[in-house]
């Protein structure tokens, strides 16, 4: 079963496994890099990794819209209940959940989390997730630490990884953690947005296939594709 993979700009992806489409942090109004609007976007599965705007984005409207499942930890999930979206699934960091889509699990990161109206966003995550076969780490805004090790462990056949500095990682620590994670394939995210996170996702991708023997890295512009089979 093939997973294909498009990416938003920023931090936001869309995967689709088995029928089955799945939004993670989709920040597409007032992202000068999205392809799509928000209004053009459907899912089955909304997934955020912490609370702040640029990641939270249009998931609102569009779990109203189109009645997808939200997925993220217990202070957001009570918080889009606030908001009118009951649909939702409240995880915590370390613990997972099986789906008719796949497991998903949070995992650290190194990040803050506060929601668009000031409200506790609880704990920032990455997700792990486990479609068919594959294994797919969307790393969230996170600093590089050690453990990304153990998730690596995992055996992982896809890596999200921010480089763009500043917030998150800058392409030196993401190089790194590509060694502790040991992914089949990376594609590097939260870049270029704007000026503040400039980075040239080529070069850095020339230093990762250099730094891991094997490695595949996929630069997308955004709203291109690429097919994990």
């Keep these: 079963m093939a997973v294909r993979v498009t990416w938003y700009g920023h931090a936001a992806f869309l995967l689709e496994s088995d029928g089955k489409r799945i939004l ?5 109004s007032g992202n000068p890099l999205a392809p799509v609007k928000a209004e053009e976007v459907q899912a089955d599965v909304i997934i955020i990794t912490h609370g702040h705007a640029d990641h939270v984005g249009d998931a609102v409207d569009i779990a109203r819209r189109t009645g997808a499942l939200v997925i ?64 797919i780490y969307h790393a969230g805004d996170t600093g590089l630490f050690g453990d990304m090790k153990l998730i690596g462990a995992e055996k992982l056949d896809l890596a999200l990884l921010p480089i763009g500095d500043n917030f998150t990682m800058g392409p030196a620590d993401a190089l790194q953690a590509v060694r502790l994670l040991k992914p089949k394939v990376v594609i590097p995210m939260h870049y270029n947005t704007w000026e503040l996170i400039q980075q040239d996702p080529h070069a850095w991708a020339r230093k990762a296939k250099a730094a891991v023997k094997g490695l595949k890295v996929v630069v997308l512009e955004p709203g291109g594709t690429f097919e994990l089979k």
Aim: aromatic share 14%; no cysteine; glycine share 16%.
């Design 24 to 28: 993670i942090d989709p920040f597409l």
């Design 72 to 135: 993220s930890n217990y202070e957001i999930t009570s918080w889009f209940q606030s908001k009118g979206v009951q649909n939702v699934w409240a995880l915590h960091i370390g613990g997972g959940r099986d789906f008719d889509f796949g497991r998903v699990k949070l995992t650290p990161a190194l990040h803050g989390s506060v929601l668009p109206d000031g409200a506790y966003g609880g704990n920032p995550a990455g997700v792990l997730l486990y479609l068919g076969k594959h294994r």
